[in-house]
């Protein structure tokens, strides 16, 4: 934090700040079925033919989270919550 020019001081601020994040990976899924999948479905006269639907994987993305506190110093309870979710983008720069 030196080279960016913030220093330690030694007296008390009236707000404290406290960030939260949370990132975590999902992967979405959809389930087929006769209707949106008729392509699967080739039946070719055999006696034990079966179908089943399946859950099939579309694609993967990261949800995220910020959560920031402003907390009163002087008796340490919440001023201001303010949360912040979503999908982040693929390009981490615009994040």
Same mark, same amino acid.
């Given at each position: 934090?030196?080279?960016?020019?913030?220093?330690? /001081? %030694?007296?008390?601020? %009236?707000?404290? /700040?406290?960030?939260?994040?949370?990132? &975590?990976? @999902? +992967?979405?899924?959809?389930?087929?079925?006769? /209707? +949106?999948?008729?392509?699967?479905?080739?039946? *070719?006269?055999?006696?034990?033919?079966?179908?089943?639907?399946?859950?099939? @994987?579309?694609? &993967?993305?990261?949800?995220?989270?910020? +959560?920031? %506190?402003?907390?009163?110093?002087?008796?340490?309870?919440?001023?201001? *919550?303010?949360?912040?979710?979503?999908?982040?983008? @693929?390009?981490? &720069? &615009?994040?």
């Amino acid at each position: 934090m030196k080279i960016r020019g913030i220093e330690k /001081v %030694d007296i008390q601020p %009236d707000l404290r /700040v406290n960030l939260g994040i949370s990132i &975590k990976a @999902e +992967t979405h899924t959809r389930e087929t079925s006769l /209707v +949106t999948d008729p392509g699967t479905f080739t039946y *070719i006269g055999q006696r034990r033919y079966t179908w089943q639907a399946e859950t099939i @994987e579309i694609g &993967k993305y990261k949800e995220g989270s910020l +959560t920031l %506190d402003l907390v009163d110093n002087s008796n340490n309870q919440p001023a201001w *919550i303010g949360v912040l979710e979503g999908i982040l983008p @693929e390009n981490e &720069k &615009k994040t």
